[in-house]
């Protein structure tokens, strides 16, 4: 059974700088894609950024410029580095990957970025 454990979320000031981390673990085949999406109270999760396995990288809009994705294949861990943060940044973010076979998709079980102004 694939697990992805995030961490690094808190509080930060707005302008401020943050880095979410997800490491995944258990998995008997190689990740392929991973990926970050946020969760805000009554709206559903949204992707934020995700990469492929050899870097390729993809970003909403309202996070292009200031976040950066990127993942460690050695150490199955995917990175999000956050920028210039807006209080709209604020919400629970998701940790998603899924393997080179099978159909399954893996969550974590979220961190929470709270951006003050």
């Known amino acids: 059974q694939v697990q992805l454990v995030e961490s690094g979320g808190g509080a930060v000031q707005t302008g401020g700088s943050l880095r979410l981390s997800c490491t995944a673990s258990?998995?008997?085949?190689?990740?392929?894609?991973m990926a970050w999406y946020r969760q805000t109270p009554g709206k559903q999760r949204e992707l934020i950024a995700d990469v492929t396995r050899t870097g390729a990288a993809t970003y909403a809009e309202s996070v292009k410029g200031r976040f950066s994705i990127f993942r460690d294949n050695a150490e199955n861990t995917v990175y999000l580095r956050m920028k210039n943060v807006k209080p709209e940044d604020t919400g629970v973010y998701y940790c998603?990957?899924?393997?080179?076979?099978?159909?399954?998709?893996?969550w974590g079980q979220g961190t929470q970025v709270t951006v003050s102004s």
């Open positions: 258990g998995s008997r085949f190689s990740i392929n894609n």
């Open positions: 998603g990957a899924d393997l080179f076979y099978g159909s399954n998709y893996y």
